[in-house]
């Protein structure tokens, strides 16, 4: 699971494709022309986090996925594409001098370094990875974590109307297929009170952070964004060429302008071709632009 998008892509697309939120499931039915829907759940339904069960309401969770899919089971199981909210990982960049080539050593050698550093068991969780090469053997690895039961029960209404998630990500690496690749960004995006931030330089992941906010409020994220910005000039000698935001809402412009001034880089908002995302939908866009992409 919670594996790179472009290897994904090499099979036939998925027939649907949903992203979870607190606030609902966003989908789309791949055919000829994207067909979007969205289902709002009711509050408490889901409670997400990395430590805990997500799904409070089971029977909740099932309504809305059955509104957007149909009640009558597939008479042969669908392959689908199922993005989580990225509070409900650990995301994290491994810097690592060698990485070996043989995916037993691998997946043992990222257990070992998060083994200190996630408040869960690595050996009954799921992981996802994958090696960046940076400059001769040197390798930044983006891993993914999450309590494998998780994972499980935001599977489970899906599976039990004849789907199958056959690919499984998280938001944030969703939208970074809209983001651009060039000189060094960081995308900033909130999903209720989460606020998630990542580094990349030249198309290279160097800091993923995710973390539960007191508020939305700009202030806030101005609090997190501060450091990371040192970091970049610290850890990469440079300074960032771009903020991009996403999940602002009708305050996108406002943010884009105040961010400019106070963190002196140039802002602009995560786009797509398909429409506005929101931290609702953006790794569904992005996924959606992964496969316009890379088929």
Known sequence: MLDRLKSILQDPPPAMAFEISEAGIAAVRMGSKAEFDFRPLKPGVL?????KENVVDPDGLSLAVRALVGTQPARKRRDVALILPDFCTRIAVLDFDEFP???????????????RSV???VDAAAVGYWAQAVTGKKCDVVVVM???EIVLRYEAPFRALGMNPGFVTTSV?????LASESGVSVLAKISGHVLTVVVRANGIVKLVRCLEMPSPAWED????????????????GTRADRL???GFGPET?????????????????LRSPLGVPSENNAGLLGYLRSIARYN
Request: net charge negative; hydrophobic share 50%.
């Open 253 to 269: 412009d406002l943010a884009l302008r105040r961010f400019e001034t106070e963190l002196e880089v140039a802002a602009e908002p």
């Open 244 to 246: 991009i935001l996403c």
């Open 221 to 236: 994220v101005a609090a997190v964004l501060l450091p990371t910005f040192v970091f970049i000039e610290d850890n990469l």
């Open 146 to 148: 999450t309590p494998l």
């Open 119 to 121: 408040p869960f068991d």
């Open 47 to 51: 409670s997400v986090s990395p430590l």
């Open 101 to 115: 080539s043989d995916a037993k050593e691998q997946l043992s050698l990222v257990r070992f370094r998060l083994k």
């Open 173 to 177: 690496l969703g939208a970074l297929e």
